[in-house]
Every structure is written in structure tokens, then in C-alpha cells.
């Protein structure tokens, strides 16, 4: 079985936990639509999908390692699995999403994060004030979106494949030190930040540039987020090159 094999594999055991999240998604959608009626809306509801495939992602490692170490496939054909398997998922999800996005706009309001961030929904909108905004469907918008979207979650799935490859390979003294990795950061970033403000800025400026929010170019935040899937795979090679099956 090659890695080709296997991701089709990986994607057949997929597609039914996809059917029954999109199956929760349009019922959730159908049901504020009926109860909330049109002055209603619902912003940057991709963060469902995103939190999706970042579960899958912490999802897709162990069970599947096994069956490829009991099958005598290749650590590297395993890897390479790991990246075909995403990348089809992310591209149908991405444009499934942007179809669901349209459809339900007609019935209540729902700007993407591309639309709040990079498109034309104007920042600091209030729809009970303002209730009418019209969404643009030009190609350059819709082409736009379903990139963005796709550099997001393939992002997601990766880190929350490093995540959990991390968790398996480590004891549970590590485990717990990084648990307290997020909290630490937050607490140094916060103090450095009321000390030296103009880091803050520097930091902000940096950040702002990285996913080209000031410019509105999603574009820039597409090859930000696809160089750290990147980089992120990278880790889980190495993981993936190094790590033993764990005896029950």
C-alpha cells in the first residue's frame, strides 16, 4: 500500500464525520433562519470548519500510524499520506463553505472572515442600526475566499497534527510543561508589552504585515499560512522519522 492508497483511505474514513458536521452546520443555519428571520446574522462561521479540521488533525495520527507500521508501509509513504489527505479535504471543504455562505446570505446575514477582514464589509458595521449590507460574488472575491480558506485549514489540520504526535512522543512530566507553554507566553508577551509599548507596536505593525490586513491583501496571509503549514509538516516529519510504537 502506497501513500496514495492510503490517503484514499484516510479520505473514505473522513467523509462520514464531513457529512454529519455539515449535516449539524445547515441544520443550526436552518433553524436560526426560521427562528431569527433575516434582520438576523452569523459572522465568520468558517471558525467551525477551521475547529473541524484542527480536530481531525489531532485525530489522524496514532490510529492510522499503527495501521501503517502493521502493514509494513513506509514512514515516508506515511507522511506523504498525511499531506494528500489534506489537501483535497481542505480545497472541497473551502468551496463547500463559500457555497453554504452564499445560499444562507439570502436568508440572514453572514459575512465570511474574508468579507470582514479582506472584502467589502465595512469595519464597525452594526446590523441593527444598518441592517442591509449586499455581499460581493465577483470572481476576484470568490476565488479569494476559497484560497484563503484553504491556506487556513490545512493550518489547522497541521497543527493539530503536531499537537497530538507531540503529546504521544512525550511523557507526561512534558505533556504538562506544555500546557503551562501558552500561559507563560501570554503572561511574558502581556508584561513586555506594558513595559516596552513600542514592541507592542513593532509586534502589531509585523503581524498586520504578515496577513496583509492593512492592504486588504488576502494573498499575503495565504502564503503566510501556507509557509507555516509548511514548516509545521516539517516538524511532524521529523516526529514522524523518530517515533516508536508505544506498547499497550
Known sequence: MNSYKLAKYNIKSSIKSIMIFYSIFIAVIILISITAGKSSH???IEFSSMIYLFVLGLNS???NFYFSE???ISRIDYFKSLVITILPIAVGMAIIDVILNRIYNIFLGGPTIYDMVYGNFPHGYNYESIPVWIQNNSIGTLVGTDTFLFALYILAFAIGLLITMIFYKCNKTIKRLIFLIPITIQVIGANVINCF???GEKLGAFIDN???ISTRNSYICVITFICLFIITMCFVYIIVR???VKKA
Do not use: D, M
Open 210 to 212: 504578515i496577513l496583509g
Open 197 to 199: 509599548p513600542q514592541a
Open 61 to 63: 495520527f496514532k490510529e
Open 42 to 44: 452569523v459572522s465568520g
Open 242 to 244: 523518530r517515533v516508536v
Open 70 to 72: 502493521a502493514n509494513n
